[in-house]
């Protein structure tokens, strides 16, 4: 079985487009991945106003967790939206990253 980091990159390689939507909670990855979506990206918009706060305000621990559950509710591909990797350095950005794929994310933006 392909992996969910291999199959997003044959996505970006095969010829053409793909539409990536952004779900901000799990219902909506399910409701995303069940109309046929072969992948889905994170919101941090979404996810922060969906918890009443402004864009900018989560931390990365709830943000990871956010996308950990948004992985686990579907066998899709996901990738996040991380902000600007939760600091101003190379090194907080390389953290968040690697925290990203702990968790199962197949990709990123920072």
Known sequence: MESKGAAFRRLHQEPGTFIIPNPWDIGTARILAAMGFRALATTSAGMAFSLGVAEGQVSREDTLSHCRSIVAATPLPVSADLEKGFGDSPQSAAETI??????????CSL
């Open 98 to 107: 690697e925290a990203a794929a702990g968790i199962g994310l197949a990709g």
